[in-house]
């Protein structure tokens, strides 16, 4: 019988090695946002949200004819937005998480690990509302029928699906972030929460690749197929809600008629592929990049 069909008290234990190192990293190398970020510096109003060549309107025309002013606002918005999707899927990956440890082996080190996810997911979401705050650019959601497929997705998926719809959130942000940290003209409000994120989403990253392969192992190809589509309609809805097109109309913009530039974007477009080639390779590896979930890839520009 395949592991991911048993209770979680009678599934093998994963790698405990694994889960050793991640702990053992989780102890020397974490942060306390609260203290780590300066929430009190003012916003230098020159600097950009997220490096320009991120936004979704770098690159088109209607980009050259934005005043520096809208692009600072604009990049700060759209940060933001990701920031708050970032939020509703941490949202569900904790409870996908505890939901698979529930009356798990309390002595193995993988629930040891799997709570410390939980508790540096649960830092992040603080810190990223605290962070859209202090930008003022609060109140970006989901659309509804992103929030209650949400609801349905952290209820039923398990296994590969839950672990690999954790994966291609992580993956997706991990790249943009690893810029947003290095870049001079970003605030450093997001530089820093930036880091923390990349530095502490490294291990939930391997985690997640670890428990995928275990899950997979012995899975035959029809387990395969149905896992890769539901992974990947995660990864469309994620992407999908990243930027509202409601920052458009915050710095000052047309909005019909930067959603169809933003739309045909293609350094945005080549932007995203390139930010998930890792992520890519890994899904093929494991048998995950199937037909039809590469065409829900393709729709989102992630291949």
Not at 37 to 66: I, Q
Not at 97 to 113: E, G, I, N, P, Q
Not at 256 to 285: G, I
């Amino acid at each position: 019988m395949s592991t991911a069909l048993l209770a979680p008290a009678q599934r093998t234990r994963p790698d405990d090695d694994v889960a050793d190192r991640l702990l053992a990293s989780a102890a020397t190398l974490s942060y306390d946002p609260a203290v780590e970020v300066d929430w009190d510096a003012p916003l230098d109003p020159s600097l950009y949200g997220l490096n320009p060549e991120w936004s979704t309107l770098f690159g088109t025309r209607l980009w050259d004819e934005m005043t520096e002013q809208q692009r600072v606002i604009l990049t700060r918005h759209e940060v933001a937005s990701i920031m708050s999707t970032g939020i509703w899927f941490e949202m569900i990956l904790q409870q996908m998480v505890l939901r698979d440890r529930y009356a798990a082996d309390t002595s193995d080190a993988t629930f040891r690990f799997a709570l410390t996810e939980i508790a540096d997911e649960c830092r992040h979401s603080i810190m990223f509302a605290r962070a859209c705050e202090k930008l003022d650019a609060t109140g970006y959601r989901p659309r509804r029928d992103s929030i209650e497929l949400g609801r349905i997705y952290k209820t039923v998926a398990q296994g590969e699906s839950a672990y690999g719809g954790i994966l291609v959130a992580e993956e997706i942000l991990d790249v943009m972030q690893r810029d947003w940290m290095r870049g001079e003209n970003v605030l450093p409000l997001v530089r820093t929460t930036s880091r923390i994120h990349v530095v502490e989403e490294s291990r939930h990253m391997k985690f997640a690749r670890q428990e995928i392969r275990e899950h997979l192992a012995g899975a035959g190809p029809a387990r395969r197929r149905v896992s890769s589509v539901a992974i990947a309609a995660a990864a469309y809805y994620i992407v999908k809600n990243m930027v509202s097109t409601r920052v458009y109309a915050a710095a000052g913009l047309d909005t019909a008629r930067a959603v169809a530039e933003a739309r045909t974007n293609e350094h945005h477009k080549a932007m995203m592929r390139s930010s998930c080639a890792h992520l890519m390779a890994f899904l093929a590896d494991t048998g995950l990049l199937t037909t039809p979930a590469r065409k829900l890839y393709q729709r989102v520009d992630m291949l």
